[in-house]
């Protein structure tokens, strides 16, 4: 699916929004995937900049939030950083997730396996979410 395809069918191409859709079976991997590459996302930083990531390689998530008052929601006022899901996927350390919108209705688990579909908008594959 192409991103001027996409964007004439004139649906909310939002990532909040399609993750809700893919959750409840109205949106296919594509889109997910598409939708996170092109999103702006927020990610929480200490003093040194990088990713927070929570729990072991292999399971480990990085938790990351669609909007600034989402992250602010769940994490509090916060330093943060910024970045396009296509960018900040190839930054993820190795054998770690990614945990989209924790504790609001589009939350979803990103697996490690699956961000290296995010790079590549031209030719998608299957995405791995865990609702």
Not at 5 to 20: K, N, P, Y
Not at 21 to 44: D, H, M, N, P
Not at 52 to 81: D, I, N, Q, T
Request: charged share 25%; glycine share 12%; proline share 4%.
């Amino acid at each position: 699916m192409a991103i001027d395809q996409w964007d004439a069918e004139g649906e909310d191409t939002s990532l909040e929004v399609v993750a809700r859709r893919f959750k409840s079976g109205e949106a296919v991997s594509e889109e997910l995937t598409l939708s996170f590459a092109i999103a702006s996302l927020y990610c929480r930083r200490d003093e040194s900049p990088g990713f927070l990531a929570v729990g072991a390689p292999g399971k480990g998530l990085v938790p990351m939030y669609s909007s600034r008052e989402k992250l602010f929601a769940s994490e509090g006022e916060c330093l943060y950083f910024r970045g396009h899901g296509y960018y900040l996927a190839g930054l993820i350390p190795t054998g770690y997730g990614i945990l989209l919108d924790l504790g609001c209705d589009s939350e979803l688990v990103l697996e490690s396996w699956a961000l290296k579909d995010v790079g590549n908008v031209v030719s998608m594959g299957d995405v791995g979410v865990r609702p």
